[in-house]
């Protein structure tokens, strides 16, 4: 069973820079693409961007100018900065697993893929004040 | 962006009730609908993948339905665990979004 861990700051201050380490366990962080997703009770779900294991990312365009993404695979873990934050930012972070499921069983370049989350973190709250 | 649109936002059921929560997206997505189970201070559990594909592990209790843009979470024979928020996502689009969530909750 592939473990996620989160780790990093609980409380960072208000125009700085938020820094989150996933720790990837019982699986290699090779052949997958890494995503973080946040959770506020006011906006709910928000997936923040993903990092593939080779390097190449895709971030939420409302994020993207704050935010970067890296990958380490030797050893096995991700990691997500967000700058300039603000209380805004305060939220449960999550990192998951993004998958691919091919209904024919493999990739094709004509044939349907669907993403999913399929292991998660158990999250990690971080709150934005001074 | 697209939007996803969960109804109803909360339920209150009885174990044994079969409950049935639904989810509209903004533009059609084909099949391309997640559903996830969030219990209180725990990530959410992904349960049905590609609207109707059942997740290893997950209970067939649980099924999915739906193309387009209507999908469907259904639950038959309502469990005590089972009392949790579910989500569904779109992965249509790769800015992938996410419902507001519906809570059920015990009658």
Redesign the interface.
């Known amino acids: 069973q592939v473990h996620l861990q989160e780790s990093g700051p609980r409380l960072v201050k208000p125009s700085e820079t938020l820094s989150l380490t996933c720790t990837v366990s019982n699986g290699s962080i090779n052949s997958y693409s890494w995503n973080w997703v946040r959770q506020t009770p006011g906006k ?4 923040i961007g993903y990092i593939y294991y080779s390097g190449s990312t ?1 971030y ?2 409302s994020l993207m100018s704050r935010v970067s993404m890296s990958v380490d695979t030797s050893n096995n873990h991700f990691s997500l900065d967000v700058s300039s934050v603000t209380a805004g930012d305060t939220a449960v972070y ?1 990192c ?1 697993r993004g998958s691919y ?1 091919y ?1 024919s069983g493999a990739y094709s370049p004509d044939g ?1 893929a ?5 292991y ?4 990690t709250l971080v709150t934005v004040s001074s | 962006d697209i939007q996803m649109t969960q109804s109803p936002s909360s339920l209150s059921a009885s174990v044994g009730d079969r409950v049935t929560i639904t989810c509209r997206a903004s533009q059609s997505i ?3 609908v ?1 559903w ?1 189970q969030q219990k209180v201070g ?5 349960l049905i ?2 609207a109707s ?1 059942l ?1 290893s592990g997950v209970p067939s209790r649980f099924s999915g339905s739906g193309s387009g843009t209507h999908f469907t979470l259904s639950i038959s024979g309502l469990q005590p665990e089972d009392f949790a928020t579910y ?1 569904c ?1 779109q ?1 249509y689009s ?8 519906t809570k059920v909750e015990i009658k």
């Open positions: 709910g779900l928000e997936w895709n939420n365009p999550f998951a499921f209904p349907p669907y993403y999913l989350f399929d998660w973190g158990q999250g | 084909s099949d391309y997640n996830y725990k990530a959410p559990k992904l993948y590609a594909n997740q989500y996502q992965s790769t800015l992938w979004t996410f419902g507001q969530g």
